[in-house]
C-alpha cells in the first residue's frame, strides 16, 4: 500500500485550524520521547511545561506579562509576511525602541506627569521604525535581500545596547553596573490589577491584536498586504506599488517591535540591562506562523509560547530540565507546523499498487 | 486492420465533476482525428489519460487491438504515443539540439542526435537549424522543436493539444502539410482544437465531447463549422448582433510615439507606436506572440510608467503619467493576458478579486474600508450577467476552468463600463459560446460609445471583431487600416515581419 499527495481544488479551511493543533500536540508526544530517552523524566517535562503554567493559577500573571510583547510583535510581523516582507530583524526592533523610551525615561528622570509614558511609547515606535527602515530603503533602493540585513542589524543593535549602558547612560550610583538608573516613577507602566505584576502592556497586547485584525480583514491597507503576497503581479495590476507595500510593512512590523520593546523597558524591567534582549523578536516569528498570520490567531499562539517559557522555567526547578529545553521545544513546534501545511492544499490519497507499464 | 488507438467506456471523476462519462470512439492508423469540445468539456482529462498523465477510473484502452494500461507518459512512448502541448518546455538560453536531447528517454550521442533530427526535418519539411538558441525562435519554430522530439521517436500516434493557437495563417499551413505528410506515412494524429475551420480542413473525423459526454463522432467535412459549434455548445450559436448604421465619434484614446524600456533578457519593448481610437470602435492589434505585446498592455494599463504625459490621452487628457488607479479612475480598464497570477489572484474569492480593479470605480471603499457587500453584490452581477460557472461570489479563483475565470475578468472590467478598455487576448482558450459572449459584450460596449483595443493573435477574432487593424512586430506598430480592406495573407506577412525573413536565411535546404 503506498500513499500519493494529491493536489486539492481549493485549500482546506480546516487543515488550515488543524495543523497548529496538531503541530502542539506532536510537539508534546516527540518531546516527551526524546527527553525520555536523553535520560530525563519525558512525560513529566511535557507535563510541566505545557500544563503546569495552565493549572496553576499562581503563574497566570507571569503567561500575560510574557504573552505581551510576543503577542505584539507577532502580530506586526503577521502582517509583514502576508505581503512577502520578511523581517527577521524584530528582535532588532525591539531593543531600538526600548533604547529609545529609555532615552526619554533618563531625559526626564525626576520629573513627574502624565505626558512622559506616552512620549516614551511614541519615541519606542518610532526607534523601531527608523531600525526597520534601513533594510526598507536597502530593498526598495538597491534590492538587498531584507532577511540578511535586518537579521544582521539585530546584532548591531545588541552592541547598541552595550555601549550606551557602559558610557553615556551608565548609573552613577550604579556602583559599576553596567546598566541605567531606574526609571522614576512617572516613566514605569502602571500595574492593572494591583498586587500582580500584570502591567498595562498585556490589555494594549490584546488591543493591537483586536485592530490589526479589523484593519487585516476590513482595510484597503490589509488588502494590498494579502494581495501583493500572494500574487506580486495582481498586485501591481490592481494599483498596488511593491515598493510602497515594503515600506509599509517594515515600518508597520518594525513600529510594533519598538511598542514591545519600550512596553518591557518600562514593565518588568523599569531599567535599561544587559540582559534586555531576551529573543522575543525571534520568538514572535514563530508566534506569527502558529497563529496562521492572523491578528486573531497571534495572539492564541502568543500565549501558547508564552506557556512554554513559562513551563521552561517551572521544568528547570523542578526536574531539572536544562534552560535549552524550552527552545527544543519552540523549535520543533514551529517544524512540525511548517511541514504540515503542506496538508491545506494536497490531501494524502492511499494507492493501489499498480502494474507499471506495457500490455495485459 | 485493427484500430490504432481504441477507447472503450472511459470514464474519469473528480471531487465534484465527471470529467470524462462512458466515452468511446477509435483512430484508424493514418486517420487524423479531430477531438472537439467546450473549455471542462473533458478534452484534456481525456488525453492526459491516453498519454499516460492521468489513469481512467473505468473503461478500457486498447494499443493496436491489445487492451493496454498506459502507467506513465514514458510508457505511453514506448508504445508510440507523442504529445505536442500548447504549452511548450524549452530552455530559452538553449539551442534547438541541446532542448532536445534533454528531452529524451534515452541518451544518444549529440552527432548521432544532430543526424536524426536532420532526416526528420528534411523527411517532413520541418525547417530549423538545429544550433540556434531558442530565445531567437518564433512561436513557430519553437513548435517545430517539440514536433521534432516527438517525431524523433517515431510515434504511431500524434497527439496535438491546440496547435495552432499561436501561428500565423502562413505558419498554420506549414504545419498541416507536416501533418497531412505525417498521415499519409500511417502516423494517427489525435488534433485538439476549437476552430472548427481548421478541423473542416485538415480532420478526416471529429469527435465531439460535451459537460464530459460524447456527443457525436461525425465527418468534419460533411458539417458546417456552425452544425459542430452548436453540437459542442448544446445550443444554437448567436451571431455578433451590430447596432444598424453605427458611426464612430471623435478620437477617444490617443497614443503617440509611447515606448518603454526593455526589462527582462527575452522581453521584447514597445518602440514609439502611435494609434488612435475613436469612440465606439474597436481596434485590433494582431501579432505573432512576444512581439512586445504584453510591454504594450502594460504600458497602456498603467503598469509600467512612461516619463511622457501625453504619450496617452483619454478625451485629450494626458494620462502618461498616472499609475493603473489613477488610469482607472479616468476611465480606462484594461484586462492582461495571463489570468491567473495578472488579472486575476487565485487564492482570493471572487468578491475579493473584483476589489481588485473595481474598488475605486464602484465605490467599494469608504475612508479606507472596503465595503465587502458591495464587492459580493458587484460579482454576484457579473458570475449572473457573463455566465460564470461558479458557487457563488465566494468561490476561489483558482477553482474556476480557464474559459470561466475569463468570463469573470472581462465581465468584471465590461460592467465598470469604462470609456477606453484594452484587453489581450481576450478569448484565448474560450469555449465557442463563451467567445461568442465575450465578443458580444465588447461590440455592445463600443457601441456604447466606448474606445476598445483588442490585442490577440486569433485572426478570425479580429476580423470578426473589429473595426481597424494593425500589427504589431518586434514593438512597432503597422499604420492602421479599416478592417474590410485588408486581406489575410496581408496580415500573415506584416506579422512575419522580420522573423519570415530571417527564417529563410536560418533555414535548412529541404
Redesign the interface.
Known amino acids: 500500500m503506498q500513499f500519493r499527495l494529491e493536489k486539492r481544488?481549493?485549500?482546506s479551511k480546516l487543515m488550515s485550524y488543524a495543523t497548529p493543533v496538531a503541530a502542539v500536540l506532536l510537539t508534546m508526544v516527540l518531546g516527551a520521547v526524546i527527553f525520555s530517552v536523553i535520560g530525563y523524566d519525558g512525560i513529566g517535562a511535557v507535563r510541566e511545561i505545557f500544563l503546569t503554567p495552565l493549572t496553576n493559577s499562581y503563574k497566570w500573571q507571569d503567561l500575560g506579562v510574557k504573552a505581551a510583547p510576543l503577542i505584539i510583535i507577532g502580530v506586526g510581523l503577521s502582517i509583514a509576511y502576508r505581503a512577502n516582507v520578511w523581517n527577521i530583524g524584530a528582535e532588532g526592533q525591539y531593543i531600538v525602541g526600548g533604547l529609545a523610551g529609555t532615552g526619554i525615561a533618563l531625559l526626564t528622570w525626576g520629573m513627574t506627569g502624565w505626558w512622559i509614558l506616552p512620549l516614551m511609547v511614541l519615541a519606542g515606535m518610532l526607534g523601531g521604525m527608523a531600525y526597520a527602515s534601513i533594510p526598507a530603503l536597502l530593498k526598495t533602493r538597491l534590492n538587498v535581500n531584507e532577511i540578511l540585513t535586518s537579521l544582521m542589524l539585530t546584532y548591531a543593535s545588541v552592541q547598541l545596547i552595550y555601549y550606551l549602558i557602559r558610557a553615556p547612560w551608565k548609573d552613577p550610583m550604579g556602583m559599576g553596573f553596567p546598566q541605567t538608573r531606574l526609571f522614576s516613577e512617572a516613566a514605569r507602566l502602571p500595574t492593572i490589577i494591583p498586587g500582580t505584576i500584570v502591567h498595562l502592556g498585556v490589555p494594549i497586547a490584546v488591543l493591537v491584536g483586536l485592530v490589526a485584525w479589523f484593519i487585516m480583514s476590513?482595510?484597503?491597507?490589509g488588502?494590498r498586504m494579502?494581495?501583493v503576497g500572494?500574487?506580486p503581479?495582481?498586485a501591481?495590476?490592481?494599483?498596488f506599488?511593491e515598493n510602497r507595500t515594503i515600506w509599509l510593512a517594515m515600518l508597520v512590523s518594525g513600529g510594533l517591535a519598538g511598542l514591545a520593546g519600550v512596553l518591557e523597558v518600562a514593565g518588568p524591567f523599569q531599567r535599561m540591562v544587559p540582559g534586555f534582549p531576551t529573543n522575543y523578536g525571534f520568538t514572535a516569528i514563530i508566534v506569527a506562523f502558529l497563529g496562521r498570520l492572523n491578528p486573531l490567531g497571534v495572539i492564541v499562539a502568543g500565549v501558547v509560547l508564552a506557556i512554554t517559557f513559562v513551563g521552561g522555567e517551572v521544568a528547570q526547578t523542578t526536574i531539572g530540565l536544562p534552560n535549552a529545553a524550552t527552545g527544543i521545544f519552540q523549535a520543533m513546534m514551529l517544524f512540525f507546523l511548517l511541514a504540515g501545511d503542506i496538508l491545506i492544499k494536497y490531501r494524502l490519497r492511499r494507492v493501489m499498487p499498480?502494474?507499471?507499464?506495457?500490455?495485459? | 486492420m485493427p484500430h490504432r488507438l481504441e477507447l472503450t467506456g472511459i470514464t474519469k471523476a473528480?471531487?465534484?465533476v465527471l470529467a470524462n462519462d462512458n466515452v468511446s470512439f477509435s483512430v484508424r492508423p493514418g486517420e487524423i482525428h479531430a477531438l472537439l469540445g467546450e473549455n471542462g468539456a473533458g478534452k484534456s482529462t481525456l488525453v492526459k489519460m491516453i498519454y499516460g498523465i492521468m489513469?481512467p477510473d473505468a473503461g478500457e484502452i486498447r494499443?493496436d487491438g491489445?487492451?493496454?494500461?498506459?502507467?506513465?507518459p514514458?510508457?505511453a512512448r514506448?508504445l508510440g504515443i507523442g504529445m505536442v502541448f500548447q504549452h511548450f518546455s524549452l530552455f530559452e538560453a538553449l539551442t534547438v539540439l541541446e532542448n532536445i536531447a534533454l528531452g529524451m528517454d534515452a541518451k544518444i550521442p549529440s552527432r548521432e542526435l544532430e543526424a536524426r533530427i536532420r532526416e526528420v526535418m528534411t523527411k517532413y519539411g520541418l525547417l530549423l537549424d538545429p544550433h540556434r538558441t531558442v530565445a531567437t525562435l518564433s512561436v513557430g519554430e519553437r513548435q517545430r522543436i517539440e514536433i521534432v522530439r516527438a517525431l524523433l521517436l517515431d510515434p504511431k500516434l500524434l497527439i496535438m493539444d491546440e496547435p495552432t493557437s499561436v501561428l500565423t495563417p502562413q505558419e498554420v499551413a506549414q504545419l498541416f502539410e507536416v501533418l497531412r505528410k505525417l498521415a499519409a506515412q500511417g502516423c494517427s494524429i489525435l488534433y485538439i482544437s476549437h476552430k472548427l475551420h481548421e478541423i473542416k480542413a485538415l480532420c478526416d473525423t471529429a469527435t465531439i465531447l460535451r459537460g464530459g459526454k460524447l456527443v457525436d463522432t461525425c465527418d468534419p467535412t460533411q458539417e458546417t463549422s456552425r452544425s459542430m459549434a452548436e453540437k459542442m455548445i448544446g445550443a444554437g450559436l448567436k451571431d455578433i448582433v451590430r447596432a444598424e448604421g453605427r458611426s464612430m465619434g471623435l478620437p477617444k484614446l490617443v497614443v503617440s510615439r509611447l515606448s518603454t524600456k526593455k526589462t527582462g533578457h527575452f522581453e521584447v519593448p514597445v518602440d514609439s507606436i502611435s494609434f488612435t481610437v475613436r469612440a465606439g470602435e474597436i481596434f485590433g492589434i494582431a501579432g505573432v506572440a512576444g512581439n512586445g505585446q504584453n510591454a504594450l498592455l502594460d504600458a497602456l494599463?498603467?503598469?509600467i510608467l512612461g516619463d511622457d504625459k501625453d504619450a496617452i490621452t483619454i478625451d485629450g487628457y494626458g494620462i502618461g503619467l498616472l499609475?493603473?488607479?489613477g488610469r482607472?479612475k479616468r476611465g480606462l480598464c484594461?484586462v492582461?493576458e495571463?489570468r491567473n497570477?495578472?488579472?486575476?489572484?487565485?487564492?482570493?474569492s471572487l468578491s475579493?478579486n473584483s476589489?481588485?480593479?473595481a474598488?475605486d470605480r464602484l465605490g467599494m471603499?469608504m475612508m479606507?474600508?472596503?465595503n465587502?457587500g458591495a464587492a459580493r453584490t458587484y460579482t454576484g452581477k457579473v458570475i449572473a450577467d457573463f455566465a460564470v460557472k461558479a458557487l457563488g461570489p465566494s468561490s476561489?479563483a483558482?477553482?474556476l476552468s480557464g474559459g470561466n475565470l475569463q468570463k469573470y475578468i472581462m465581465g468584471r472590467e465590461i460592467l465598470q463600463k469604462p470609456s477606453v478598455l484594452v484587453v489581450s487576448q481576450p478569448t484565448w482558450g474560450v469555449d465557442a459560446g463563451a467567445a461568442a459572449a465575450i465578443h458580444q459584450a465588447l461590440v455592445d460596449l463600443a457601441a456604447a460609445g466606448s474606445a476598445i483595443v483588442v490585442i490577440s493573435q486569433d485572426l478570425d477574432e479580429l476580423r470578426a471583431l473589429c473595426d481597424t487593424l494593425a500589427v504589431v512586430n518586434m514593438g512597432q506598430l503597422s499604420p492602421a487600416r479599416p478592417v474590410a480592406e485588408v486581406s489575410i495573407e496581408e496580415i500573415g506577412l506584416l506579422m512575419g515581419g522580420v522573423h519570415g525573413a530571417t527564417e529563410a536565411s536560418h533555414a535548412i535546404p529541404a
Open positions: 481544488r481549493e485549500p476590513k482595510s484597503v491597507f488588502y494579502r494581495v500572494a500574487a503581479h495582481a501591481r495590476y490592481g494599483g506599488s499498480q502494474a507499471t507499464a506495457g500490455t495485459a | 473528480f471531487p465534484g489513469q494499443w491489445a487492451p493496454v494500461v498506459v502507467a506513465n514514458k510508457a514506448k494599463s498603467g503598469e499609475d493603473t488607479t482607472r484594461a492582461p495571463e497570477g495578472h488579472a486575476a489572484v487565485g487564492d482570493f475579493d476589489i481588485l480593479t474598488r471603499v479606507g474600508l472596503i465587502s476561489m483558482g477553482s
